[in-house]
């Protein structure tokens, strides 16, 4: 998951650029940051390094970002780009030029590390897919008093960790399955589960409502009970009952297995 | 080429099979007046000024007729005369000279719409001076009539466009004061607070596009209650909540925040104590309701009714701001319904289509 990232930062407004430095040094899987105040010396310093990933403002002089993105594109191995610019309106644009993602100035820290994630997964780093993985879980036996029997997925509402055990909130109650939570989000992260919190994976269709309070904290509200949603799994969250919404993928009874 | 006859008949059907024509007859001269007018809606660059030229050419008994904007090419009916180098260069004349020209069987008159040159009809044939001055005024006429509707469909969106920009000042210095305040005691919580003001300030301008969807304006209120929380602290008590089924629903920008504005600066605000506001978004069968409560105030029934009627003073424009636009894109039964009374607090509901032609984000 952690490969070091090696990446430079484009702006031509220094306080901007300063900014987005120190946030990419206190990002945990980068390695090295460099910055250049224009985008002539971008290419100087992309032609003599090697980088794994570009951050690049939009909007500057005698050559815009999108621009030198496009020349980037041509390269043989050319690094991945992430656009950061004030303005929305650009993004269909960069997505076409096929960047990684587009952060909005000013950046916030989360959507940041959403970014490094996301490179993360387009540097190729020796890690197993878990597309690979047959869907041999779509039913987990637990111990119940001597005797096994199955859970299945489809009746699993959220997930919470346990250190190494998970506990599966479902309609028959609650299961304690030994496993990590990482692996098991691995296995039904493809059927629909979201990590939503170090400790909880929730089903997006058992999501009844989303709950917010004064004190800003955030609660995907199911019929088995509140789950508890991190600020940084939140924006990720939000997208994927969105999109599920949008096509129709809320219905609970279609998911059965 | 049958087809495409057939297709268009209103076209060409002079050319095609030329009708009994009396000028004596007022309903077809009223109708083909009408046609020409209609026909320059969009003025003399817009796709009708040949159908014009066609009508004005068979109202005159003209050889033929052209129209020409002020590039100074004329749109011929029903096809360019033998001289046209002769004819273009009395267009250019008259442009020039903003006054007539030529003389029969080839004359130019200029068009002014708005007293200001907009363009030159030219008529060839024996046609009458006085019927070809008449002719030219009455394609002054629809030519100003048709600027005058355009106008006011202009008028009209940006009334929409208008209402829609709702940055309120009073809670844009209350923001900024304190973000101000927290800069050298709470650097990361002023920086996170700033970050909040930009997405406010981003969405609340945003440009693209008439339509958003819920997850968006849920979103947009969640943000703009944290800001908030950071102005009122402990007075300031808020539930969100939003089922996902109505996240995908497409609605108006803005509709919400001016709701819960409202819902803190009357209930909340005014009164010592800590206030409660409740935002749900559900779904209700083929609608989505979109409720903002507050336990303040409240008021009595008749204000309320003013307020939304645009008569409640310059300090509550926002909610009936949000009642017209809603009705202007869903209808009539599309407006806000407020439920109050003195001190029981105030329940706004919005209720929308979940599915509406035309209403995409």
């Not at chain 1, 950061?84 to 309106?89: C, F, P, R, S």
């Not at chain 1, 940041?112 to 994630?117: G, K």
């Not at chain 1, 999501?207 to 019929?223: K, N």
């Amino acid at each position: 998951m952690t490969a070091e990232l090696a990446v430079l930062a484009v702006d031509d407004v220094p306080p901007a650029l300063d900014e987005l430095c120190r946030l990419l040094r206190e990002s945990p899987n980068v390695s090295e940051v460099f910055a250049a105040g224009d985008p002539l010396s971008a290419l100087r310093m992309i032609q003599n390094g090697r980088f794994d990933a570009v951050f690049l403002d939009i909007s500057m002089p005698g050559l815009d970002g999108l621009e030198l993105a496009s020349l980037l594109k041509k390269l043989s191995d050319p690094p991945a780009i992430v656009f950061v610019t004030a303005y929305e309106q650009h993004a269909v644009a960069a997505f076409g030029i096929g960047a990684v993602d587009y952060l909005l100035k000013p950046i916030r820290a989360e959507r940041l590390a959403d970014a490094l994630a996301r490179i993360d997964r387009v540097v190729p780093a020796p890690h197993a897919s878990p597309e690979q993985l047959p869907d041999a879980m779509a039913a987990l036996p637990v111990e119940t008093a001597g005797r096994t029997r199955y859970v299945r997925r489809g009746e699993v509402s959220f997930v919470e960790a346990h250190g190494d055990y998970v506990r599966l909130h479902a309609t028959s109650g609650v299961h304690v399955v030994r496993m990590p939570i990482s692996r098991l989000e691995e296995y039904w992260g493809p059927a629909g589960f979201v990590r939503v919190h170090r400790g909880f994976l929730v089903a997006l269709d058992a999501v009844r409502e989303l709950r917010s309070d004064s004190v800003g904290g955030l609660l995907a509200h199911t019929d088995l009970g509140d789950v508890p949603v991190s600020r940084r799994h939140a924006r990720d969250l939000r997208e994927r009952l969105l999109a599920a919404a949008r096509t129709g993928r809320l219905d609970r009874s279609e998911r059965r297995v | 080429m049958a087809v495409s006859a057939d297709q268009a008949p209103d076209r060409a059907p002079a050319r095609l099979r030329p009708r009994p024509w009396s000028r004596s007859d007022p309903v077809a001269v009223l109708n083909a007046a009408r046609h020409i007018a209609d026909e320059l809606k969009d003025g003399l660059t817009g796709a009708g000024v040949r159908a014009a030229a066609r009508g004005v050419r068979r109202l005159l008994e003209a050889d033929r007729v052209g129209l020409a904007d002020l590039s100074g090419r004329p749109m011929w009916a029903p096809s360019p005369p033998d001289d046209e180098h002769a004819a273009n260069e009395l267009v250019e004349e008259v442009l020039h000279t903003e006054t007539k020209s030529g003389r029969p069987p080839l004359v130019a008159l200029p068009l002014h719409v708005h007293h200001e040159l907009a363009g030159v009809l030219v008529v060839a044939g024996s046609v009458r001076r006085s019927a070809v001055r008449e002719a030219a005024d009455w394609v002054v006429e629809a030519l100003e009539r048709g600027r005058l509707e355009a106008s006011a469909e202009q008028a009209a969106q940006a009334e929409l466009r208008a209402l829609r920009a709702e940055i309120s000042p009073h809670f844009v210095y209350n923001a900024l004061t304190v973000i101000a305040a927290l800069v050298s005691s709470e650097p990361d919580r002023s920086r996170e607070l700033m970050i909040d003001f930009a997405d406010y300030i981003r969405y609340s301008l945003a440009r693209h596009g008439e339509y958003t969807t819920v997850a968006d304006e849920f979103h947009a209120i969640e943000t703009y209650l944290a800001l908030q929380r950071a102005v009122l602290g402990e007075r300031l008590s808020v539930q969100v909540r939003v089922a996902p089924e109505v996240l995908a629903v497409a609605l108006p920008y803005l509709v919400l925040q001016p709701l819960v504005e409202n819902a803190i600066r009357h209930g909340i605000e005014p009164r010592a104590g800590t206030g409660h506001v409740m935002v749900r978004g559900e779904a209700e069968g083929n609608d989505c309701l979109i409720s903002v409560e507050d336990d303040g105030l409240g008021m009595d029934p008749g204000l309320a009714e003013e307020i939304l009627a645009g008569r409640g003073g310059t300090d509550s424009v926002g909610l009936a701001n949000v009642d017209r636009r809603l009705r202007s894109v869903y209808g009539a039964w599309f407006g806000l319904v407020v439920e109050t009374a003195p001190g029981e607090g105030t329940r706004v509901v919005v209720r929308i289509p979940r599915f509406q032609p035309g209403v995409m984000p």
